[in-house]
């Protein structure tokens, strides 16, 4: 795959290339392309990943990050019961217990820190990737153009310090 990717930058039909994985090893491996420039994975305050950001930053990678309002359950308007439509991704049983179910048990611990300065759980969800690595780029969902205009907001009040990561790492016991 990488070859046929360095191929496609030398016939110029592209300039650069990423690969959307969880694997750490997979994503070494792709990684030694030349042209290749991101690892896509997923990313929030509560599913950390160390070892991805790491091999960005090691090797200069960004680091594209699904999943960093975990699929809406950081934006506080879930319960664990709540029910989607039949045709939400969020509606099977992997989404419910990967990013559901984890989130929720976890959120009310750090719920104060994500909120302080006046930021929105999803704001400060967001400032916690910032705050993770200069490396990170989020790509949250949206439906609606205040959900648009919350997610820009963030971008002003900027990453969470790092006195406030190290508490969030303390109550997440990592």
Same mark, same amino acid.
């Given at each position: ?29 792709? %990684? !030694? ?6 690892? /896509? ?7 950390? %990943?160390? #070892? ?5 930053? #090691?090797?200069?990678? @960004? ?9 809406? %359950? ?11 439509? /039949? ?20 959120? &009310? @611990? ?6 302080? &300065?006046?930021?929105?759980?999803? !704001?400060? @969800?967001? @400032? ?5 690595? #200069? ?11 205040? /959900? ?15 006195? !406030?990561? /190290?508490?969030?790492? %303390?109550?997440? #016991?990592?």
């Amino acid at each position: 795959m990488v070859e046929l990717l360095e191929s496609l930058v030398s016939e110029g039909k592209i300039r650069y290339y990423g690969w959307s994985t969880d694997s750490v090893e997979g994503a070494r491996l792709f %990684a !030694q392309g030349k042209h290749c420039v991101a690892i /896509q994975h997923d990313l929030n305050v509560i599913l950390d %990943a160390p #070892e991805i950001l790491k091999l960005c930053e #090691e090797l200069n990678l @960004a680091s594209v990050n699904r999943s960093p309002l975990a699929r809406g %359950a950081l934006s506080g308007k879930y319960a664990k019961g709540t029910a989607f439509p /039949q045709n939400d991704v969020r509606n099977d049983e992997w989404s419910r217990d990967h990013f559901f179910a984890p989130t929720l048990d976890r959120l &009310d @611990a750090i719920r104060e820190i994500l909120t302080s &300065d006046g930021r929105t759980l999803v !704001q400060g @969800a967001l @400032a916690w990737i910032w705050g993770r690595s #200069e490396k990170t780029i989020p790509i949250p969902g949206f439906k609606t153009i205040a /959900q648009v205009e919350e997610n820009a907001k963030a971008m002003e009040l900027g990453p969470l310090t790092s006195e !406030q990561m /190290q508490e969030i790492d %303390a109550l997440l #016991e990592r």
